[in-house]
């Protein structure tokens, strides 16, 4: 026969009964979760429970109230602590807790839902309701079996569905924009001159107006080598951008650092004003 004892417990100015199990019956497994034992003063912070014990029967209730105090981004630590207890334990597999949890989490949304919204708790209801959404949402975003009801798991692909397709449509738009911009046949550079077409494209660079403001400007120099690379060919041939990219380097007393250099020889025409 289990011997119970009945302590009286003062604490904030209130009394209360506390009924504590014997050894025997606290031996028996908990079901899925990782319960506090009674009058475990430093308890890991995800077991679940209160000081004079772990109330067996409501430890349901006691992980949607741990779940009110736990930030989104430690969703996960809070569910792999009770589904390790549970596989340590061989209470469920990975497969039965997953459902077993989206099930507590799916009951417990319907019941908030369902609460009346004049009572004197709807704030903290609306509050408790979104702490729940929030976990079925990290909780879908972990079902590898789709194992949530089937109405969720369609809802849920067609959702997705729509989002690619716009996103779809989005970059098709983009795509048919940027292909107004594309060239069937390059410019044709004389095989051996690329460097001279590059030296007007410099002189290009430095060119100024009367206002004395230069002609264009840009805060890159590798557009000019995509301008060369993407609208010009050499000999025939397509001239890569590391190529192109290789006329516009830094330079440090007229001499390219780690570049190519265009040398005299190669610069055979000069853009001068119109008198």
């Not at 609306?126 to 729940?132: D, G, Q």
Request: hydrophobic share 40%; proline share 4%; glycine share 4%.
């Amino acid at each position: 026969m289990l011997r119970q004892f009945l302590y009286g417990v003062i604490f904030a100015d209130r009394i209360y009964l506390i009924a504590l199990w014997s050894p025997n019956c606290l031996k028996m497994k908990a079901h899925f979760f990782k319960l506090r034992k009674p009058f475990e003063l430093f308890p890991h912070p995800y077991t679940i429970g209160n000081l004079f014990g772990p109330w067996r029967k409501n430890a349901d209730n006691h992980f949607i109230l741990k779940l009110q105090s736990i930030p989104e981004e430690k969703y996960v630590e809070y569910y792999n602590y009770h589904l390790n207890h549970s596989l340590k334990d061989n209470t469920a597999t990975k497969e039965v807790f997953f459902k077993e949890i989206w099930l507590l989490i799916e009951t417990r949304i319907g019941y908030f839902q369902n609460r009346n919204p004049y009572g004197s708790t709807h704030e903290q209801d609306i509050n408790t309701l979104n702490r729940l959404r929030a976990f079925q949402k990290f909780l879908i975003s972990i079902d590898k079996w789709n194992l949530r009801p089937l109405a969720n798991v369609i809802t849920e692909k067609d959702r997705i569905i729509q989002e690619l397709t716009a996103k779809n449509e989005q970059l098709k738009m983009q795509l048919d924009e940027l292909t107004k911009y594309e060239v069937k046949q390059k410019i044709s550079i004389e095989n051996g001159y690329l460097a001279t077409m590059v030296d007007l494209v410099q002189q290009l660079r430095t060119l100024q107006l009367p206002s004395g403001r230069l002609l264009v400007t840009s805060d890159h120099k590798t557009v000019y080598a995509k301008i060369i690379s993407k609208y010009f060919s050499h000999g025939e041939k397509n001239i890569p951008i590391e190529t192109a990219r290789n006329y516009f380097v830094e330079v440090k007393e007229d001499i390219p650092i780690k570049g190519t250099s265009v040398y005299t020889d190669q610069q055979i025409f000069k853009i001068v004003p119109a008198k």
